[in-house]
């Protein structure tokens, strides 16, 4: 910290008269002895811990273990609670939720006597809802991810969350597993604490926090189980205290080369497409300047060099025993797509973090010069289907399907696609293009992970798996398939989504990044001519929303906050 910066929690703590007795007498009510409040530096926790949040539930542990490290580290630490999303059970989406969970991150920081944060995440939207909420804020802070669960096991097979749960769904749909086996498989997929142990959006999102230097070298892939996520708590402890003495803030972490050098981790890693939306919307927060482009621009030439589910056949655990992130870094680096002089939490550059990192299973990590699969980035698809981009991955997509041709089959909503899918009736082949609308920010409402579509039965009897499907809607990260995706605008927002009707040709080229509605734009015209809008909510924060969501292109971010806010100490209450 420069002489001259004083600590916020001063303003609280160490002021003359009834203000600072007045918080200190309330803080002693704890147990708290007095020479904690001589100056040291206060470090939030901020804990998502919940158990209706399945893949947070140890953060109490983890928490524990920073605690230790700030007390060795000479600070004094103190654990707030924010709002907690859980994935697995909060309807209609979590994501409708990220930017409320921002807002709670955001003002519990700027609204107490903090000098540095200690964001626990773990959970798809834990993890940028608190990210955002600090970057507005400003302050010295590290991520600890709380780490996968372990590799499930059924039956001598290795089985992914979520990757497998769709896969068993098109067994039991055509009888090739029965209501047993599916029962007996839910307990043997998530057999640890954790989150997804595939390199769906949870994993991928604790890769971006060490590939943008928030957090601490293997923060990505240290099972949650594993005692060494403990110790990677604990050296977090040790380490906000001394970057509240260096100043070290996120702004200057989360820079452009930042952002560039987690998009090309990404393309690296397989992640999930939903890392555009998250990242996206936090360098709009911290005000960095980062656009859809710059996604197909940076991950087009970065293969995937790691063999993990929903891409591959490995999962995380096996991942963090082949070296991890670090590996992954270091093949980018010598690749010359690193900007290795970036500066991380460590304290140290992101080259200096990563320089001796060693792969110890090339079947897991495989070098860039042999890489797994030839495309690993975003690619970014525009055309008059989508004005304002969509987003695609390459790595879980069928290669001969990459370049399409078919009759679009139209569902309206998710309801209407539920009610028509399995109709006999229904008039489908494996060369058609399943259309899928009004699931975008502001349709679904909240922007649900809906856009990987089961197939039709009668497709999948065929032995048919993959379908070219489009929608403005998100896919799980643990999902796979030939899928469009984040259509803008959005159906709801009268995008030309909202105007395909069943018959239309599209065409999909991948190569050419081109999206294409085979219409006339005469008929176009009429057709946007009787299009109705839907009626908006009436109140509550489903209105706010509403009234205020970005669209996907953009980090699907409120209106009013983005931008970088800074982090003034409040006036006075007294």
Known sequence: MTKDKKLRSTEWFGVPGKDGFHHRSWMKNQGFPDDQFDGRPVIGICNTWSELTPCNAHFRILAERVKRGVYEAGGFPLEFPVMSLGETLMRPTTMMFRNLASMDVEESIRANPIDGVVLLTGCDKTTPSLVMGAASCDLPTVVVSGGPMLNGRWRGEQIGSGTHVWKFEELSKIGEMTVEGFRDAEACMSRSVGHCMTMGTASTMASMMEALGLGLPTNAAIPAADSRRNVLAQLAGRRIVA?????????????????????????????????????????GRIGTDLNLEDWDRLGRDVPCIVNLMPSGEFLMED?????????????????????????????????ENVHDAECFNRQVITPMSDPFKSEGGICVLTGNLAPNGAVFKPSAASPSLMQHRGRAVVFEDIDHYKARIDDPDLDIDENCVMVLKNCGPKGYPGFSEVGNMALPAKILQKGITDMVRISDARMSGTAYGTVVLHISPEAAEGGPLALVRDGDMIELDVAARRLHLDVSEEELDGRRGAWTKPIAPERGYWRMYHDHVLQADSGCDFDFLVGSSGAPVPRESH
Do not use: C, Q
């Open 243 to 283: 970057m509240v003495k260096e100043d070290l803030r996120m702004s200057k972490i989360l820079t452009r080369e930042a952002f560039e050098n987690a998009i090309r981790a990404n393309g690296a890693i397989g992640g999930s497409t939903n890392a555009v939306v998250h990242l996206l919307a936090i360098a």
């Open 319 to 351: 991942f963090y025993y082949a070296g991890g992130l670090p590996v992954v870094l270091r093949e980018l680096g010598e690749a010359g797509l690193l900007h290795k002089g970036a500066l991380t939490a460590s304290g140290k550059t992101m080259w």
